[in-house]
């Protein structure tokens, strides 16, 4: 884990963690994978990321006052992280296998919703106060280019303020276990089950996309509705186990 810092700098460190990582793995003939499931049947590789904001050194999250005290900036933080998820998602999930993780029960997010201690949904509010209040954005996995994911992660935050979004309540019940009837009275929607649908959803959302530049998106997108057309027409071994000899 890292020590809380601004944005551009626990970027920086993350690419110098990866860096490192495979530098050292490399000497020692091994390697280093941040794949995030590189193994099915097992939890696959999170990027969990603890956000808050700050204002003259002090953290505008709290308020010994509010409504589980938190301030109210923290929770239309919230709802703009929850409304903007699903156009967010190809960012901070960038890959094909990146929706191999993003599965029940394999302590991944799935389900749109936040909580106060409850692990189920997207977001997390940790127990502590005070200085570290803060929200835990439990989606993004470490595939993701940490500069351009915490661009868009902080538009969605801060659209959410300007527009004043209600997050709704916290969710305490777990997620994974509710029928689709239960989530749908709750109004519980889910994140993109695949990198294809991720992209469509990215289009839609003029806020997500206006976090990064028109060269950088447009770039991005041609990029990686490439790589999900290699892969819809690619023969997986899956496929081969389970028809070949049936058909």
Same mark, same amino acid.
């Given at each position: ?44 590789? =999170? ?24 301030? $109210? ?5 919230? =709802? =703009? ?80 303020? $300007?527009?004043?979004?209600?997050? =709704? ?79």
């Amino acid at each position: 884990d890292f020590r809380y810092c601004d944005a551009l700098t626990a970027a920086d460190r993350i690419m110098t963690l990866k860096l490192t990582g495979k530098t050292i793995a490399l000497k020692h003939n091994l390697h280093v994978t941040f794949m995030p499931k590189p193994v099915f049947g097992i939890n696959g590789s =999170g990027m969990h990321t603890h956000i808050s904001l700050l204002y003259n050194g002090k953290n505008v999250f709290y308020d010994p006052k509010g409504k589980y005290e938190l301030s $109210k900036e923290a929770l239309y933080f919230i =709802g =703009g992280l929850l409304r903007h998820a699903k156009g967010f998602t190809a960012i901070t999930n960038p890959l094909v296998n990146s929706y191999k993780r993003l599965t029940p029960g394999y302590e991944a997010p799935v389900y749109i919703a936040w909580s106060e201690r409850n692990r189920s949904p997207l977001i997390r509010v940790p127990a502590a106060r005070g200085e570290g209040a803060r929200a835990e954005l439990r989606s993004p996995d470490p595939s993701c280019n940490a500069y351009l994911a915490f661009a868009v992660i902080l538009k969605a935050g801060i659209d959410g303020i $300007k527009n004043q979004i209600d997050p =709704g309540e916290p969710v305490s019940q777990n997620i994974y276990t509710m029928s689709k009837e239960q989530r749908k009275s709750l109004g519980i929607e889910s994140l993109p089950s695949t990198l294809n649908e991720a992209l469509l959803e990215l289009d839609k959302d003029e806020v997500v996309k206006s976090a990064l530049t028109g060269h950088i998106l447009e770039n991005y997108i041609e990029a990686k509705r490439e790589e999900w057309e290699d892969y819809r027409i690619r023969v997986h071994q899956w496929e081969l186990d389970r028809y070949l000899t049936i058909y």
